[in-house]
């Protein structure tokens, strides 16, 4: 059965055009409005006199920005639904629901398709003034390719899309963005011609004031609402702009999933995120122990925008070191599952779904020599001396294969904690201390510039230790200096303990890019003196 309403006049408007459907399908009713459209007179108008198609539910892609608010407001107020999937957060509602992550992540996208019932999608990609050409063209464009394709074949009746890119011809842009945000114009129009996808390019200029926003989102529902002939038609709209913001006045809003979380570094990492007051989730899986299929999804669902992994085997029951892992086949499996498998496998997932990865490694992947060089991170590990460090060896060089990963080398970790892990306190206990310099990670001071470098998506690999080389007689020393504490040791030339050598790495690692992408951080020497200060206090 089929009812008819058209043609019914207004004082402030035109024509009001309401198309209802009511289907008998198997006796049961389903009805839906389809379309109402009111067509203004003149050039001005108010909210009732908005030319809008009703529709259930509304997606906008980034839409966490204020013009995104205000453009959702909008929308609501003509009774949509409203989804935001965005990487920064906002406030939700009845009417307003936020999902947390990007649109290159296909099993998020996969979920909301599901459960959302898109009916029509706005795209508005953001500027970023700290991403090269290549990093903005992969997050807008393989974003919106991912988005768009995954809903093409997921749906069967294709949403309309409306793009608002900030750009106009003649105003200033960041030229990555400008490239991305032309590409996502040629990707789209190329499926509104292949797929008769309804597909509306909007261009507003860049820096538009806020006061100008509701003005815009006004015209910008109009629009959303023509009807056009043309395959993704562009409009280029017109409104007030403010002055260029400085860069340093954005700050990165972050979610991070945290695997590894429970052991002795992973604690700390934690802490020190809350010290930043940046949010995070610890992973419930677990590579090894949780099946491919639960991590994927908890990683859709928590859609994160950057990944740590700080899983890892050193240890073991009645064992407290590396030599746990020179057992048999049990040891092996235990050392490939933890120390190989886990981070690959994470990498693996975050590179799919566009994710930063951040790993969290060792250094101890480097033999020592008479005269031998500081180790670069382009430098392959050829340390052989036991099963930790060979396969931590195919580790490093596996995770700095990915595009989207940080592999972070970290060596004998040491902070200002009276613990049987720390450095510091262990060489207290030790009656023989080898004599040989080392690259060592003073974790207080570390971590903290580690987040600077996660957070900025920094990708390949960095050294993570304090500038410059001690050796375990020099921290000896200093602390008996710092604490009035005299050590009983022998001290050991490396030459006289070669199956000692033979059996652990002992290396310097080049500090060079550390430095130059955090350079307040503390020289090593400095750094075993604070932490001394801080177990004296302990003690």
């Known amino acids: 059965m089929m009812n008819w309403f058209m043609w019914t006049r207004h004082p402030y408007i035109s024509r009001i055009v309401c198309f209802t459907i009511v289907l008998d399908v198997k006796n049961k009713f389903y009805s839906s409005f389809m379309y109402i459209g009111l067509l203004r007179k003149g050039n001005s108008f108010n909210d009732a006199e908005l030319t809008c198609m009703m529709v259930k539910n509304v997606l906008l892609v980034?839409?966490?920005?204020?013009?995104?608010?205000?453009?959702?407001?909008?929308?609501?107020?003509?009774?949509?639904?409203?989804?935001?999937?965005?990487?920064?957060?906002?406030?939700?509602?009845?009417?307003?629901?936020?999902?947390?992550?990007e649109s290159c992540n296909t099993d998020l996208v996969q979920m909301i398709i599901k459960r959302c019932h898109i009916t029509r999608l706005f795209l508005l990609p953001k500027i970023s003034h700290d991403e090269d050409v290549s990093t903005q063209g992969r997050r807008i464009l393989m974003g919106t390719a991912a988005l768009i394709d995954e809903i093409r074949r997921q749906t069967s009746e294709l949403p309309q899309v409306i793009q608002v890119g900030q750009f106009q011809e003649g105003s200033f842009l960041v030229p990555e963005y400008r490239a991305a945000v032309l590409s996502t114009e040629a990707f789209l129009h190329s499926y509104a011609v292949s797929y008769r996808m309804d597909v509306r390019l909007i261009r507003i200029p860049t820096y538009t004031v806020s006061s100008a926003y509701d003005h815009l989102a006004k015209e910008i529902l109009e629009i959303s609402s023509e009807t056009t002939n043309e395959k993704a038609k562009i409009y280029n709209l017109e409104a007030e702009t403010a002055e260029i913001p400085s860069v340093s006045e954005s700050t990165p809003d972050v979610r991070i999933l945290v695997f590894g979380a429970n052991g002795w570094i992973g604690k700390q990492f934690t802490d020190c995120l809350n010290k930043h007051g940046l949010q995070y989730v610890i992973a419930k899986t677990r590579p090894g122990d949780s099946s491919d299929y639960e991590i994927r999804r908890e990683i859709a669902e928590i859609a994160p925008s950057h990944i740590v992994s700080l899983i890892g085997r050193t240890h073991g029951k009645d064992c407290g070191n590396i030599d746990y892992l020179e057992g048999g086949p049990d040891k092996l499996k235990e050392n490939v599952r933890d120390n190989l498998y886990g981070p690959f496998m994470l990498a693996n997932i975050a590179e799919r779904f566009g994710i930063h990865f951040t790993y969290i490694g060792t250094g101890c992947l480097f033999a020592h020599a008479k005269n031998s060089p500081y180790y670069r991170e382009e430098d392959l590990p050829n340390f052989r001396g036991n099963k930790y460090g060979v396969v931590k060896g195919f580790t490093d060089r596996l995770i700095g294969s990915f595009s989207h990963s940080l592999n972070v080398r970290i060596r004998l970790p040491f902070n200002d904690e009276d613990s049987p892990r720390n450095l510091v306190k262990k060489i207290t206990s030790f009656n023989n201390l080898i004599d040989v310099p080392n690259s060592i990670t003073y974790l207080p001071d570390l971590l903290p510039a580690l987040i600077n470098i996660i957070i900025n998506k920094t990708t390949g690999t960095i050294n993570l230790t304090s500038p410059g080389v001690i050796s375990f007689v020099e921290m000896a020393e200093i602390f008996s200096e710092v604490t009035g504490q005299k050590l009983e040791y022998e001290s050991v030339q490396i030459e006289d303990d070669v199956d000692g050598t033979a059996k652990r790495s002992h290396c310097k690692l080049s500090t060079d890019r550390l430095q130059t992408l955090q350079p307040q951080v503390l020289n090593v020497k400095d750094a075993v003196r604070k932490a001394a200060k801080a177990l004296a206090q302990v003690g």
């Open 62 to 101: 980034g839409g966490a920005s204020e013009f995104g608010q205000v453009l959702a407001k909008k929308l609501r107020a003509v009774g949509a639904k409203v989804y935001i999937l965005d990487t920064d957060v906002v406030d939700t509602d009845d009417d307003l629901e936020f999902i947390h992550g």
